[in-house]
């Protein structure tokens, strides 16, 4: 079975500085991909970036870049120049290479102070 | 413009009473699921649908039906709801052959059950 896990319920980041949220991952499937989703105080989900387990280099999405370490199983999330408009809660989470099922970590809600 | 749809938005109601949430996506996917969220557990797969008039449950299943007579419509029946299935909803789809494509979500649905 997979499982992700997102150790820290909430972050507070200065505005216009980084931050890194942390997501790792447990599965026995050789081929994966990861996901990372934004979900503001309206409720909708917003997807990111996403690592596939094959992927030599890490993804990047403007300010996005998703730190992928496979022999850690770690695919923490990277935001740099924070803005009032990251904050939100943020989910990771992964599926098979052929499987659509999204299996979700508990998230993180991050806040951009100004 | 591509997207997922569902209703109604939010939703309060009583124990027992029959309702359906409607979910319907302009993309021509072949895969649509649900996913219900709740505070510290993240999503959690409801059942999913891999075409038409197939359906399998994902996670937590107990409680909820689905149907899918068409390619575009996955609706969520709770044929006899209880306060443990108030929650926040998404329907989700994409097509079938993942790779890196990610599930476009709908909106949500608000389900209070009293």
């Known amino acids: 079975a997979q499982k992700i896990t997102q150790t820290q319920p909430g972050m507070f980041v200065q505005e216009k500085e980084a931050v890194t949220l942390d997501c790792t991952y447990d599965?026995?499937?050789?081929?994966?991909?990861l996901f990372w989703y934004k979900q503001p105080s309206s409720g909708e989900m917003i997807f990111l970036i996403y690592q596939g387990s094959y992927d030599q280099q890490n993804a990047t999405e403007g300010r996005y870049s998703l730190n992928f370490q496979k022999a850690r199983k770690s695919a923490n999330l990277v935001i740099s120049a924070s803005q009032l408009g990251d904050s939100a809660m943020y989910f990771c989470a992964m599926n098979r290479e052929y499987g659509n099922k999204l299996v979700f970590g508990a998230g993180t809600i991050l806040r951009v102070k100004s | 413009e591509a997207q997922v749809t569902q209703n109604p938005r939010y939703l309060i109601t009583v124990t027992g009473k029959k309702l359906t949430v409607t979910c319907s996506q302009n993309m021509n996917h072949e895969y649509m699921s649900w996913y219900r969220q709740d505070p510290g557990l993240g999503l959690r797969q409801i059942y999913y649908?891999?075409?038409?008039?197939?359906?399998d449950k994902g996670d937590v299943p107990e409680g909820y039906k689905v149907s899918r007579k068409e390619k575009r419509n996955f609706p969520l029946i709770l044929e006899s709801p209880s306060p443990n299935q108030t929650s926040l909803y998404f329907c989700?789809?994409?097509?079938?052959?993942?790779?890196?494509?990610?599930?476009?979500f709908g909106d949500g649905t608000r389900l209070s059950i009293l």
């Open positions: 989700a789809s994409s097509f079938s052959r993942t790779g890196g494509q990610p599930q476009h």
């Open positions: 649908s891999m075409n038409v008039e197939v359906t």
């Open positions: 599965t026995s499937d050789p081929s994966y991909g």
